[in-house]
């Protein structure tokens, strides 16, 4: 992804799924750093004053409650990982709500399982509570709900979560912030040759098999979901960063790009063309450079989308309706008018 697309991206994101892994809110012992989170906090709220719509899907809750509860390490027993996420999930959200008062915004949490995204009517109930936190002035702070999460409901991990509420929002932009630089040839804690991918034309089975299936001490996910994660964004024609969120300022330095693009002077962007009047090719590309990984967006097609995380398309005289189709039915009676007898 050149600059000038990267800018074109970032300028034409209005609303920003911003996704935190736990490894970047916890300290080496496992407990919630309250100075990484203060600076997240000041970092969204300085994207929040650009005039964008910022949704944060936090992890950190199991991670937190393992801290607070003084464990050696994560368990393995749900019963326990669900009592390390009860007693977590409430110190992490005063840690955001803290960070965010002297700004005047509310933290609001909302916990999710994938039920709640499956079923068409809570669908559109998630979709409508966030739109109207944004009304509000509020920080929407996402979670699954591992308390009541079991294998049938669970996201799996954040990183699909977060791709999720993507495309629930319509977001152009989707940022995954976790403790790595972005993606490499090989795990770099096991070979020390491992070399920083800055190119990767599109997400193939090679591109999942180079990234392993690593994971973190506190959290579940890994390169590889962050790299279906990507898939599942970029399909519904958004856009993804992947950055490492345990740099000071990873944000500030996302978006800067765009900031001297709407400054008209400085960096590689001084005397070129103006960017709006630019339109990325279509397809899809993974890049690596400045902080992290951007994705190439495919152009989003116009109008509204019912089913867009089941991908299903309208066919001819076919109305959707809450996510029920009905057809075979007349231009007047879509029209409201009632068809012959």
Same mark, same amino acid.
């Given at each position: 992804m050149s600059e000038p697309i990267r800018g074109a991206v970032l300028a034409g994101a209005s609303t920003v799924v911003v996704k935190v892994g736990t490894n970047v809110l916890a300290d080496p012992a496992g407990m919630l750093? @309250? /100075?990484?989170?203060?600076?997240?906090?000041?970092?969204?709220?300085?994207?929040?004053?650009?005039?964008?719509?910022?949704? $944060? =899907?936090?992890?950190?809750?199991?991670?937190?409650?393992?801290?607070?509860?003084? $464990?050696?390490?994560?368990?393995?027993?749900?019963?326990?990982?669900?009592?390390?996420?009860a007693v977590g999930q409430s110190a992490l959200m005063q840690l955001y709500q803290e960070s965010l008062a002297p700004y005047g915004v509310h933290a609001a949490q909302l916990l999710l399982t994938a039920a709640d995204l499956d079923s068409r009517p809570r669908y559109l109930n998630v979709r409508n509570t966030i739109r109207t936190l944004f009304e509000y002035n509020c920080l929407p702070v996402i979670? #699954?709900?591992?308390?009541?999460?079991?294998?049938?409901?669970?996201?799996?991990?954040?990183d699909h979560l977060a791709a999720m509420v993507a495309n629930l929002l319509q977001a152009p932009l989707l940022v995954l912030l976790t403790n790595v630089d972005g993606l490499f040839?090989?795990?770099?804690r096991a070979d020390?040759?491992?070399?920083?991918?800055?190119?990767?034309? /599109?997400?193939?089975?090679?591109?999942?098999?180079?990234? *392993?299936?690593?994971?973190?001490?506190? %959290?579940?996910?890994?390169?590889?979901?962050?790299?279906r994660?990507?898939?599942?964004?970029?399909?519904? %024609?958004?856009? =993804?960063?992947?950055?490492?969120?345990?740099?000071?300022?990873?944000?500030?330095?996302?978006?800067?790009? #765009?900031?001297? @693009?709407?400054? *008209?002077?400085?960096?590689?962007?001084?005397?070129?063309?103006? $960017?709006?009047?630019?339109?990325?090719?279509?397809?899809?590309?993974?890049?690596?450079?400045?902080?992290? =990984?951007?994705?190439?967006?495919?152009?989003?097609?116009?109008g509204p989308r019912t089913d867009e995380l089941r991908g299903r398309r309208r066919g001819p005289g076919r109305r959707t309706v809450l996510g029920q189709t009905r057809r075979g039915v007349r231009r007047s009676a879509l029209r409201g008018n009632r068809p012959p007898g």
């Open positions: 750093d @309250r /100075h990484r989170i203060q600076s997240l906090a000041d970092q969204v709220q300085r994207v929040r004053a650009a005039g964008r719509r910022v949704a $944060l =899907v936090s992890s950190g809750a199991i991670g937190a409650g393992v801290g607070r509860l003084k $464990l050696s390490g994560r368990p393995s027993d749900l019963p326990q990982l669900q009592a390390c996420a979670n #699954e709900n591992d308390t009541v999460s079991v294998a049938e409901i669970k996201f799996g991990d954040n040839s090989a795990d770099p020390p040759a491992a070399r920083l991918v800055e190119t990767v034309p /599109h997400i193939d089975r090679a591109v999942t098999d180079m990234a *392993g299936a690593t994971k973190s001490s506190l %959290g579940t996910g890994g390169m590889r979901s962050k790299l994660a990507a898939r599942l964004a970029t399909a519904a %024609g958004g856009a =993804v960063v992947m950055a490492n969120g345990s740099t000071d300022g990873v944000l500030d330095a996302i978006f800067a790009g #765009e900031r001297r @693009r709407r400054g *008209g002077a400085g960096g590689r962007g001084t005397g070129q063309e103006p $960017l709006a009047g630019r339109r990325p090719r279509r397809g899809r590309r993974l890049r690596q450079g400045g902080c992290g =990984v951007g994705v190439r967006p495919r152009r989003r097609r116009s």
